[in-house]
């Protein structure tokens, strides 16, 4: 027996055994008698040899795949795809496309595959491309988008309709959206763009109009919630690869070598920490959750000093959001933000290199060769690699169905593996973040062989703090972190790399049954 309970936002129903579906708006939420009409893809030549394309209604996606047997089913979010009914006749659709914030690879790819979608698949003819990010609806001229336009963009970095940050005006947009006769609208942007997408649909459904909102979220530092990963992410570890090569070169080939590389990450370590693991050559990786000191024992310049008598030199990476409470000298400018809402970041990395040569000029014994890079304009500017073309595909045209479906106020990610249709309260709600306390993060530490730079007191409200899963990770899908180390193990065996017990634990449950994410 299912019951249900909703508001503008998101629609909660809940069913048997612990089951809850956090549902997204439809058209039928708030218009009355709306007609619908026969898939075109029935027709579709593409879509003739598929054995199921339609979406069964009740397909949900779990968002924890790792449970216990005893346990509820928990959340779940309506599985993504083609409809068997629509609610637009394919030449009564005027769409429209706009990118905001920061850049990121994949954006062209994105804009490329809704337009190709709503043409290809639904027959849409009409798709104009908002230039200049939010401001453009009311300030800038429209590009009127088409297949051959978009035919080789994804090739390209950056976004052909062009970006800003701020600019968002909800009267004067969905008054251009209304003027404009414009019904469908793709948002692709962070979660301070979802957050704009959200009010948009507020707004909209408060007019009562049939406009679909639908959002595609873009960040690089992979730091929006619920979704396993942003398009975008896989380029930038990858891309992230050259520099930190090119500091290992340059450090490995002087006495007493230090290379230093910043990458992005302005409150989650993600590309720092995966590019740490993927690379190989890095000896610290430094990250806005993680807590580290410079001075006295146990401190970053002493386990420098140590790696350079080792080795003879050493790669850092740092994100830039890592260390920003050690800044001291420019805390009356932490509190300045930039149009999208965050905070203005001192750069890390020119500081840390500064203190690290400063500290090694007061010792005698030790002379110094430090070489900076900071690749993060590089990165941000590159087209996507194959990974995220794909994904970038996939996930324009799974806003593609939602949208000709009658969804609307939600955004489309992957959770678990399947892609969803999400309410955008739930990807505004908090950002992803590394969790220290989780496995993957001490299998960096040991893969680097770095200190945790967490005193004792650090270590405790790690452990304390209630952390939030990252949906990145391999067991961090487990709600109650202090739960899971009772049952699997403490954090400082995991800090001295002891964690094969687990992985076998693991193992164990596979071989009986029980399901594990790897």
């Not at 309506?78 to 769409?95: E, I, L, M, N």
């Not at 595609?216 to 050259?242: L, Y």
């Not at 932490?334 to 149009?339: I, L």
Request: proline letters at 4%.
């Amino acid at each position: 027996m299912a019951s249900s309970d909703s508001d503008s936002q998101s629609k909660i129903v809940h069913g048997d055994a612990g089951y809850i579906l956090e549902d997204v708006p439809h058209f039928t939420d708030y218009i009355l008698n709306l007609h619908t009409y026969p898939n075109p893809l029935r027709s579709n030549p593409a879509y003739s040899v598929v054995k199921q394309y339609f979406v069964h209604m009740d397909d949900t996606v779990p968002q924890k795949v790792v449970v216990h047997k005893d346990g509820p089913r928990g959340v779940h979010f309506r599985r993504a795809g083609p409809r068997q009914k629509v609610y637009f006749r394919s030449d009564d659709v005027h769409a429209c496309i706009v990118t905001c914030g920061g850049l990121c690879p994949g954006l062209n790819t994105v804009i490329r595959e809704i337009v190709c979608g709503l043409s290809y698949m639904y027959g849409v003819n009409k798709v104009l491309g908002i230039d200049g990010g939010y401001r453009g609806f009311y300030s800038k001229n429209t590009i009127t988008l088409t297949p051959k336009v978009v035919n080789d963009i994804h090739k390209r970095g950056g976004t052909i309709l062009g970006t800003s940050r701020g600019g968002h005006d909800t009267s004067k947009i969905v008054d251009s959206i209304q003027d404009r006769g414009i019904n469908q609208v793709y948002i692709i942007g962070g979660d301070g763009t979802q957050r704009g997408a959200t009010v948009i649909y507020e707004e909209v459904r408060r007019r009562g109009l049939k406009v679909a909102i639908a959002g595609i979220p873009k960040t690089i530092d992979n730091d929006i919630p619920v979704i396993d990963k942003s398009f975008g992410f896989d380029t930038a570890v990858e891309e992230a690869q050259r520099a930190i090569n090119a500091a290992h070169v340059e450090a490995e080939s002087i006495e007493n070598g230090i290379g230093v590389v910043k990458l992005m990450g302005r409150y989650s370590g993600f590309i720092a920490m995966y590019a740490t693991l993927a690379s190989r050559d890095v000896d610290c990786c430094l990250i806005p959750e993680s807590p580290f000191y410079l001075e006295g024992k146990g401190g970053l310049f002493e386990f420098i000093e140590k790696r350079l008598k080792e080795n003879g030199h050493m790669v850092i990476v740092i994100a830039e959001g890592a260390g920003q409470d050690l800044l001291t000298e420019s805390m009356q400018d932490m509190d300045q933000k930039d149009a999208s809402g965050n905070k203005l970041l001192q750069d890390v990395g020119l500081w840390i290199s500064h203190k690290i040569k400063d500290h090694f000029a007061r010792k005698d014994k030790i002379a110094i060769n430090l070489k900076y890079i900071d690749p993060t304009y590089m990165i941000r500017a590159i087209p996507s690699n194959a990974s995220d073309n794909v994904y970038c595909t996939l996930l324009a045209q799974s806003a593609v169905h939602g949208a000709m479906a009658g969804y609307t106020g939600f955004t489309v990610g992957l959770v678990n593996g399947r892609h969803t249709y999400i309410p955008f309260n739930r990807i505004n709600e908090r950002q992803n973040k590394v969790v220290i306390t989780d496995r993957m993060w001490a299998r960096l530490l040991s893969s680097t062989n770095q200190p945790s730079f967490l005193s004792p007191k650090d270590l405790d409200e790690a452990k304390k703090a209630e952390q939030p899963p990252s949906q990145l990770l391999e067991e961090s899908n487990c709600n109650d972190i202090g739960e899971a180390e009772k049952k699997e193990n403490t954090f400082s065996q995991l800090l001295q790399g002891d964690n094969f017990k687990d992985e076998q634990q693991s193992e164990n449950h596979a071989d009986n049954g029980i399901e594990t994410k790897n």
